[in-house]
């Protein structure tokens, strides 16, 4: 097929670019989407704008162009230019600077602030509730170790259900505002987690706050001996102290701390000591300002620091890259004394440690944060349907909602993944499930107990025979979050699945395309996508709709609130027929997924994205694109385990760095 194409013509990109791109794209002045590519026509060298160039490759990739109507692209011909876009963007990174990413100075999160106290305290209790927790463990199920979730387990949630069952906290301690997910992104991500000097004095009084907290004590902190107990007969104090402090301010800073910081600490705390206190309550007091001190609130790459080999820096950089990824917290001793003698960016000591940290129940932590962000849960609590027309949505006062059910499904499944280490593609179509009997009976289903909510639900796994159910897409949370309260969103649902499965958000729409009119003031006898026809006619939304129906309107068999229907309340049938990349048609949602899985390495592909993207706290590049398409390569041979997928995204260039020649200058008194 490759030698038909070359003998129709001599393939070139800019030869492509004449046949295909440049009628809308710099012909006669004709430019849409600001992309000029007449320049590329003439000799220009492509390879000097990896951006433009990586986009294009996407586009095309995808079968987003040419646009409908245009001259398409053989698919023969498309698989030469992708391939031909994907050499000339590995040779316009490679053997650059443009390679060294540099990662962003971070804070940390709310959520990983909480996790790295309790872990340097061993605390019995949180340190403040955290509602973007969205499902707690109430039966201890979670047990990595056993590579086995249970048959059974009991959950609840906070932001959905009722308050009940908080977990035990400090007293007093109250914690700074949550932070904010980005846009097609993470809470980690730098450019929003900045530190304003209210927050950096926010940051101050919760630190007094959390060793002045009458739970600050004996029985719920579990290094207290080795930090804040009294100092014993016969010893010498000065010399208790300097041993305190090194390993307190090694574990909080992440690495060993260079004579001159340590210097500060330490006299601060022998001057205290001089005036009369007693050694627990001056670490109580050194304990506050490390954690107010920016080397312990920012998350940085050492990179550029003096006073360290650099096969050092750059392991400790990995020890806390790889530590905040996978438990949300500072790195333990163990994964910082093999930084330290600079083995952890080893194949076969990664894999160790990476082995280690999965088996580890800080691993929840882990659960806790990247699938609702990765597949936007958070959406989910502003999800009301109307009352009136889904009145069996809502049970017991104040109105909850069966929101709480649909939530823990997805999150259970990932889990599971996680756990039993599976294939990834079992987060598209699975044969087995979590229900609750609120659940089951939502679905159609026999409840078979008792109705479970609003504080705790207890979840069962079962078998799904009917492939219509099982896997993310077509959970009820997904599908009621991406409708309105009267109908669905067939658009916002199509974004959903661009974003969260392919990794290919689509832009935000242009300011002056009106909205679709409101379901009342339609043709009643007009099915959705009649009514979007309107929309797919104009020019500007016509590439956006392209793209998006296909993946909307496969799901529009799921009503506004996850059930299944076969007609519309005006007895028209429902039509989810279409095709996925212009390559994989269906008629239905058993269809669809097929066809995703046809492109199972675009998915992979995907998700391994947004794993980076968590990861390293910033958005991608063109640079990373091909640290992708190895980590696809790699796991396509282990039955793409989400654990090898994991493996595979710590042992890229991006993640391994070094990723940033960069050091972080601190004046402060600590």
């Not at 023969?76 to 391939?83: D, F, G, H, L, S």
């Not at 920012?298 to 050092?312: I, V």
């Not at 492109?599 to 910033?618: I, Q, S, T």
Request: glycine letters at 8%; proline letters at 6%.
């Amino acid at each position: 097929m490759s030698q038909s194409v070359l003998a129709k013509k001599e393939f070139s990109i800019e030869g492509s670019f004449e046949s295909y791109c440049i009628e809308c794209h710099g012909m006669k002045g004709k430019v849409k989407g600001e992309v000029n590519l007449i320049s590329f026509t003439e000799g220009k060298d492509l390879k000097g704008d990896p951006e433009l160039l990586q986009t294009i490759m996407e586009v095309i990739d995808f079968g987003e162009m040419p646009p409908e109507g245009n001259q398409p692209i053989d698919n023969t011909e498309r698989k030469m230019i992708v391939a031909e876009l994907k050499k000339l963007l590995a040779e316009s990174v490679s053997g650059s600077e443009k390679d060294l990413v540099k990662a962003p100075i971070r804070r940390m999160t709310r959520f990983q602030y909480a996790n790295a106290v309790k872990d340097l305290l061993e605390l019995k209790v949180e340190v403040f509730p955290l509602p973007e927790k969205m499902m707690r463990d109430r039966s201890g199920y979670f047990k990595p170790a056993s590579g086995k979730m249970p048959a059974k387990m009991m959950v609840s949630s906070r932001p959905l259900g009722k308050s009940g069952l908080i977990e035990p906290r400090m007293d007093g301690v109250a914690p700074f505002p949550q932070d904010l997910r980005a846009e097609n992104g993470y809470d980690t991500q730098g450019d929003h987690l900045s530190l304003s000097p209210l927050l950096m004095e926010d940051f101050f009084r919760l630190s007094q706050s959390i060793v002045k907290s009458p739970s600050f004590n004996p029985k719920n902190v579990g290094v207290w001996t080795q930090y804040f107990e009294k100092s014993k007969r016969g010893i010498n104090q000065m010399d208790e102290l300097k041993s305190r402090l090194q390993h307190l301010l090694k574990r909080a800073f992440r690495a060993p701390v260079d004579d001159k910081t340590f210097s500060k600490y330490y006299s601060f705390a022998e001057q205290e000591m001089n005036q009369g206190m007693g050694m627990g309550d001056v670490m109580k007091d050194v304990f506050s300002a490390i954690l107010a001190s920016p080397r312990f609130l920012y998350l940085y790459d050492r990179g550029g620091e003096e006073g360290r080999e650099p096969e050092s820096r750059q392991n400790l950089d990995l020890a806390s890259r790889l530590s905040f990824f996978l438990w949300g917290s500072v790195p333990d001793d163990q994964l910082l004394d093999v930084a330290m003698e600079a083995t952890l960016s080893q194949d076969e000591q990664l894999t160790k440690q990476v082995d280690r940290m999965l088996t580890d129940e800080k691993l929840k932590r882990f659960c806790d944060s990247f699938p609702t962000q990765w597949l936007q849960l958070d959406r989910i609590i502003s999800a009301v349907p109307d009352e009136k027309k889904y009145r069996d949505f809502y049970y017991g006062p104040p109105l909850y909602r069966t929101t709480m059910d649909m939530m823990m499904e997805p999150l259970l499944l990932f889990e599971t993944v996680l756990i039993e280490d599976r294939s990834v593609l079992e987060l598209i179509d699975s044969n087995y499930t979590f229900r609750s009997a609120r659940l089951s009976k939502w679905y159609g289903d026999a409840p078979n107990g008792k109705l479970g909510g609003p504080v705790t639900i207890r979840f069962t796994r079962q078998s799904v025979k009917d492939r219509r159910h099982g896997g993310l897409i077509t959970n009820g949370a997904v599908m009621t979050m991406t409708s309105g309260p009267l109908e669905t969103k067939p658009i916002t649902r199509g974004a959903w699945v661009a974003g969260v499965i392919f990794n290919s958000p689509p832009p935000p729409p242009p300011a002056e395309v009106p909205p679709l009119p409101e379901e009342k003031e339609v043709d009643d006898s007009l099915t959705l996508r009649e009514r979007f026809a309107d929309h797919r006619e104009r020019a500007d939304c016509a590439g956006c709709h392209e793209k998006l129906d296909p993946l909307g309107f496969a799901l529009e068999n799921f009503d506004p609130v996850g059930r299944w229907r076969e007609k519309y309340h005006n007895g028209r049938e429902v039509d989810a027929s279409g095709t996925l990349f212009r390559s994989h048609k269906f008629s239905n949602i058993i269809e669809f997924k097929d066809a995703i899985l046809k492109e199972k390495n675009r998915f992979v592909r995907g998700l391994a994205g947004h794993l980076l993207a968590f990861g390293l706290g910033r958005e991608l590049n063109p640079s990373d694109s091909l640290a992708l398409d190895e980590i696809v390569e790699s796991v396509e041979g282990e039955n793409y385990s989400m654990k090898s997928l994991i493996h595979a995204v710590v042992k890229s260039k991006p993640f391994r760095g070094p990723s940033v020649k960069l050091a972080l200058t601190i004046k402060s008194k600590f």
